[in-house]
């Protein structure tokens, strides 16, 4: 199995992804469209973040986004429920080969 490594721009935090990602999501909802992110969904359990991070919840309190306190990088997502065994990684935070292997969808999240 696949182990991708990613960062933060400053390198303070650091991403390991275990498994290959099939595609990324463009989300155009009020949070995603400034971040500017490109997200691959994956199991908590496949997924190893390291560095200090700071988050930020918005309004209904169901996801917490991360990033790097130092450079500003939005690492990931997290549910607040870890019942919820899925999370949003940032692959932009990753080589620009895998990214560009990656095919993108577009989501309406500003709909939803």
């Not at 303070?12 to 275990?18: F, R």
């Not at 209904?60 to 990033?67: D, G």
Request: proline share 4%.
């Amino acid at each position: 199995m696949s182990v991708h490594r990613g960062s933060c721009h400053c390198g303070a935090v650091t991403v390991e992804l275990t498994g290959d990602p099939h595609d990324v999501c463009d989300c155009n909802c009020s949070v995603c469209r400034r971040l500017g992110a490109l997200w691959s969904y994956h199991s908590l359990s496949k997924v190893r973040i390291e560095g200090a991070l700071t988050g930020y919840r918005r309004g209904e309190e169901v996801l917490t986004f991360w990033h790097c306190p130092q450079c500003g990088c939005t690492t990931h997502w997290s549910p607040v429920d870890l019942a919820k065994d899925r999370m949003g990684v940032n692959m932009r935070l990753f080589a620009p080969e895998l990214l560009a292997r990656l095919s993108v969808y577009h989501h309406d999240g500003a709909s939803a």
